[in-house]
């Protein structure tokens, strides 16, 4: 939290939360549960929160493609784990920020809302969106180090363990970053934990 007070204005922040769409080969069955009509694509859908030292410490799925953010977050139980595991002395939760697609609640915090914001507002919301950023970052690394995950015709969704290929190259992603580092802990300063550690 404290490395994120650093760069914007929340205080209380632990990580960055959003969702993304990993396009997938039409199936030949249930072609409406896979299809996201937002990405115009057949797909399954992960929900990650990218922290400031550049380790993706959570990553929720998958879920099918149609589904709303709000409603992976729900099923995901991620809440009510902050809630219970990630408390100030005052014992009100660490929060995670995510963008408007997320509902304000104790344990996260979105955008201010609407077009009459004051300056106030606006800077906030500013200010944040740079930061939010660095889970998108967290997105493109996995795919930067293992296209495979990004090639929608060999995702065969009935054939192959697609949603593992996934999950298992967000896992060696955070190694990576463990021994290499990345964008999201250069822009905060911070520096990830050793490998060993992070696999304990």
């Known amino acids: 939290a404290a490395a994120i007070v650093k760069l914007c204005p929340l205080n209380h922040a632990w990580g960055f939360i959003d969702g993304t ?3 997938i080969a039409r199936p030949i069955r249930s072609q409406r549960l896979f299809y ?28 099918e ?21 990630m408390t100030r002395p005052n014992n009100e939760p660490y929060v995670v920020y995510g963008d408007p697609a997320y509902p304000n609640r104790p344990q996260i915090v979105a955008p201010y809302l609407g077009a009459n914001l004051t300056a106030d507002q ?18 493109g690394d996995i795919l930067r180090l293992f296209a495979f995950v990004d090639f929608k015709k060999d995702n065969k969704i009935l054939l192959q363990p697609v949603a593992k290929y996934y999950a298992v190259a967000a896992l060696f992603t955070n190694c ?25």
């Open 36 to 63: 996201s009509g937002h990405k115009r694509t057949h797909a399954i859908k992960f929900q990650s929160v990218m922290t400031p030292f550049g380790i993706i410490a959570h990553l929720f799925g998958p879920i």
């Open 122 to 139: 606006q800077s906030f919301n500013s200010q944040m969106a740079k930061v939010r950023a660095c889970v998108e970052w967290g997105f």
């Open 176 to 200: 990576y970053a463990c021994l290499y580092g990345n964008t999201t802990s250069a822009h905060f300063g911070l520096s990830p934990p050793a490998l060993n550690e992070y696999l304990q």
């Open 21 to 23: 769409a990993r396009a």
């Open 65 to 85: 493609g149609r589904c709303h953010d709000s409603y992976m977050l729900d099923e995901s139980q991620l809440l009510p784990r902050i809630q219970q595991h």
